[in-house]
């Protein structure tokens, strides 16, 4: 039997829910479930707020809450809904007494126009206002973009006005960004036209979230850091290959100008009124892919519990929340819930994407072999408890949603079948009571998969033998060499950041299950000296994204009374 | 003698007096001074809001307040004061009674790390949070931007999948926008890379305050005519040399959804408390150079007296803000403020610009040639009643000063001199005496320049002969060509926006006091469709400005406790 969510009338979309939501002025919202005075609530808006830092910072004696790592199996191209699955698990730790609070990423808007839609959960399990959040918001990405673009802006007019730092203009890494999907700046030359418009060279734009000043917002703990951070970035190197900081420039006041607004977290809430700090969205590929250490801190002063999301499977995501978020800022979670659906096991037991709708118990039982893997990790490398949510999806049969139950508690693991997209935080609260217990037990010991101390190409081997089950590792020679720089210049201490496919354990985005004994061959390496991570880029890296031939904006539009339509 | 600003202690900076107000919360500002309820009202913060649209049609009904125009002789290359003594008039009439709000143009971010600092006015007749007013404010340009960029993005996209509608790439005349100087983006190449990166092009970046849908921001009178101003945008033409509209790329839609917020005005307030709308900042060279038409609009719902600034000298900014506002918003202003300064009038009267600081009344006597033009213009073209604000400086000696209020008295022109930047509303109030006088008298009666069924050409002629004292325009052959397809489009009907410098009454910026019989020689000729004018420009118009060797970016930042300094 399936869910049959499509009577007796038809399923709303997303924008309809959230538009027809009724939200709490975020004022009452932060007094009333919070604690929030109304001095230390910025408002934008009656339902959208930043907390200021300064009250944040009177909080830090309170003891914390209990930290929930939200993370995935390895997904489908489709995702797995651990968006929703925070959503509704916060949702229902509130409905079971708990004092829970979610802390996500902010959307990024360029794929709002692209093929996408919005990206602030789903159905029952959203975060509202959610037109707000999927666009401009609070500002924070106009900041981030102004940042980072005013330091580009200052590298070329050094350039213009005589070099005297001697940066060699071929070495400029430091790209400008934008918050739309613009295929066409991916590869452009600047400075044409003459003497008056500065010196011709190649560059290229990304999108907002692949800017190191995401990363950077996201890992600040202060204002002071994030502008020790940002002077510490390096944008070039000298014609005697010595490296350029944005500190070289003098831009970094300036840039923590632009973004002192932007570093404060933002609060809004979910459709069953549960706090939601939504706040800085890095890639999970070439950044670590949480939101900000300000929002899950400030929510872990301010919640009793405090869900929050790591991008893409756990094999990416947990891991750096682990060796780059937590090393970083001091978190420890205390469960990680990993999303599992019955559709991805099916491909992960060799389904074609296309038929992961019919029943097929064999190839649930065969996909296994993707969670048990990263369950195994969850528990055995990182030292945290899993606890298994069953997003449960419209076609999936009870008996597969079962046998899916019965094959984790066979590993030892707790899992529950959760249906909050369709009915909200009722639909998760099997999975929050088993959250509850998992952590009264208290067996989560969080462990670093590595130490600071190994040099980065250990750290390269340890997580992709103890993680991805691979062999060894291999480095392209110019991937080498950049290494060897990036530890000759004394950056040999900080974490690695993976940029590798989501789909596998491998490199290979075809590899399904649970493959072993591959090698991991690192093309390119990223030194990210402000956020404080060296990327590792494994595969092809898209850091801007184009539109499709029908794109989403030809159907985005306001209607007669003004409220947005087409934002699905 | 000269006024002894620096003594007993130096005079304080800008950010100083600024960071020292007492700002009134902004509820309580919307509330008690212009009446507007607390659910009308967007806030950013506690000191910033935007007033709700929706709640500002309920005023149709109401009269109008009085609209002054505050526009200037022909200025210095440091400016004459209008903005400061538009923020000191409106403290000075709700200092003798009268409910005034004051009405501005949102600074533009890029220059802010140039040379040029902040634009929120200066010294005592400031508005305030300064900071926040000359950074990112409320988003308004963000979302320019991203609207602006969103178009851009569809443009190259539609060439990238197939291009159907037979654009010709070499026409397109959308350009990428970015609030910051930033010289090496004047000139780029686009689309590099292969076959996936798109349509290489040839392409630029403007500076946000250059973009047309600034110019339509500020234009718009609703939401819905917002949404029709974007459709009408030409971007390029056909191979077969068809216009090409944003409504055909399926982009305003979206657009308006990037703009919705934007639209409504931002409310903020002087150091003295008088209620500041500011909102909007198009050029006042390719552009009309107003604040917007729903701040102007909302003003006159709520104050009985609403002081608005026209950029540059009365010869461009008043008269497009008569041409171009009134035209196209029924405005009618009771009378315009034409700000003096001594300096200019030497200025105009021959002394280099670095010794203006040296009494010079013969001068002073000789620069009035400009004045008088202007006035002449205000009164006799216009139809509005003039009254010259002697904008007072350090250097500035009583007999000079004198010598401005006699000439003009002679001229039969109301006069006063005005010290609110050393003393705020206090210092302007015999002005705000005069105003109302001159209001009280009743003889403006505002009228255009020229109709709008004159051709295009006509036009030019008109404000050439009767504003600028030309005997002729002349039309560059690639201008002619471009003007007479405009009119074949159908394009004939709208206003006209002269891109003229503004240290002249002619084309040559060297050629001071009150040139005539000159040629206005139109080089280029741009269709702004959108924002409903044609742009004919005479000069070179710098739409991206570079940073200088040491930019103001330099010296920005924040100290200890997370204030901002250096914004000078």
Known sequence: MTIDVD?????????EIAESADITPVADLARDALGIPAAALVPYGH????????????LEDRPDGHLVLVTAMSPTPAGE????TSVGLADALRRIGENSVVALREPSMGPVFGIKGGAA???????????DINLAFTGDFAAIAAANNLLAAMIDNHLHHGNALDIDARTITWKRVVDLNDRALRGIVIGLGGLVNGIPREDGFDIVVAS??????????SLADLRRRLGDVVVAHTRTKQPVTARDLGAEGAMTVLLRDALAPNLVQTLEHTPAF????????????????????????????????????????AEKFVDITCRAAGLRPAVAVVVATVRALKFHGGVPVGEVDREDLAAVGAGMTNLRRHLDNVRGVLGLTPVVAVNRFPSDTDAEVDLVVRMCRHEGVRAYPATHVRDGGVGAEALARGVVEAVREGRSDMRFVYDDHLSLEKK???????????????????????LEQIEAEGHGHLPICMAKTQASFSTDPSLRGAPSGHTVTVREVRLAAGAGFVVLVTGEIMTMPGLPREPAAHRIDVDDDGRVVGLS
Request: hydrophobic letters at 45%; charged letters at 15%; one cysteine or more.
């Open 47 to 58: 339902t959208k707020a930043k907390v200021s830092i300064p009250w944040l910072t009177t």
């Open 212 to 221: 190191e000043v995401m990363a950077i917002l996201c890992l600040a703990t």
């Open 121 to 131: 959960g789903g159905g029952y399990a959203q975060v509202v206002p959610m037109v």
């Open 81 to 84: 809904g651990k968006t929703t």
């Open 7 to 15: 009577a007796p009338v038809p399923f709303p979309s997303d924008i």
């Open 460 to 482: 390269a081997e340890a997580v992709a033998t103890r993680v991805y089950g691979a062999s060894r590792v291999a480095f392209e020679p110019k991937a080498r060499r950049r």
């Open 278 to 317: 939504i706040h800085g969205g890095p890639f999970a590929n070439i950044a670590h892919g949480c939101n900000s250490v300000m929002a899950t801190r400030a929510a872990l002063k301010l919640g009793d519990w405090v869900v929050t999301e790591a991008g893409f499977g756990a094999d990416l995501g």
